[in-house]
């Protein structure tokens, strides 16, 4: 599987952008970088995917680099129900196991 | 639409006590079915997925087992609980192919003492 690496923690303020880092450096060139959040005590819920193009959604916009060896997860008007981990993952195999490494925990400050 | 439950919400078993916790997904067929752990300030731990009926892969040797009776069922199971087996154990769904589409359930957590 492709490792990731992400800052155990970060902290933003309140109504500004968060912007959590990945690294994938060994990513393969069919696999997919997915983000998912866990909220304290409920499971994680998907955010968003992407492969190579940038990507928004209603909750997030992915930004890849052209080498894929990293990317960047951006929330843009954080809330205090943003504060969660957040997992960045790289597609596994032919199962569709994921593999939840550590994460971000991202703390929103008011 | 489709949903997933899974239950009971929390639990508190004796050490030595058997475990049956169930998890069921409605709305569709075939799923990938997923159960993981997560013991108290450590990250998520898959145990088992199912890509069938009756078909079961670990991912960790240990003290529990899974079971997939029926397509839309996961049952995880332990005959003797262990204060090692306390934690937060969370079902998950996903269509064959969609890993994007992972969802999970609400969640046990399971205090062993």
């Known amino acids: 599987d492709a490792k990731t690496t992400q800052p155990p923690s970060m902290d933003c303020a309140e109504g500004r952008a968060a912007n959590l880092p990945c690294n994938h450096s060994t990513i393969s060139g069919n696999e997919y970088v997915y983000w998912y959040r866990q909220i304290h005590s409920q499971g994680p819920q998907y955010i968003i995917h992407?492969?190579?193009n940038n990507e928004t959604n209603e909750m997030a916009s992915l930004i890849i680099t052209e080498d894929r060896k990293s990317s960047t997860l951006i929330l843009p008007h954080a809330t205090l129900r943003d504060t969660a981990v957040y997992y960045c993952i790289v597609r596994v195999d032919r199962d569709d196991k994921i593999i939840f490494g550590k994460g971000t925990r991202l703390h929103i400050l008011p | 639409s489709q949903t997933i439950h899974q239950w009971p919400a929390t639990l508190v078993q004796p050490v030595g006590s058997p475990l049956s916790l169930e998890c069921t997904v409605e709305g569709t067929s075939n799923p990938n079915l997923y159960w993981y752990r997560q013991a108290a300030g450590r990250g998520l731990q898959l145990l088992f997925y199912?890509?069938?009926?009756?078909?079961i892969s670990s991912e960790v040797p240990q003290n529990l087992s899974a079971s997939r009776p029926q397509d839309r069922q996961f049952i995880l199971s332990s005959k003797k609980l262990l204060l090692s087996d306390s934690g937060f154990y969370l079902c998950?769904?996903?269509?064959?192919?969609?890993?994007?589409?992972?969802?999970f359930g609400s969640g046990t957590r399971l205090t062993v003492v």
């Open positions: 998950a769904w996903a269509r064959q192919g969609n890993v994007y589409g992972y969802t």
């Open positions: 992407g492969l190579k």
């Open positions: 199912s890509v069938g009926i009756g078909q």
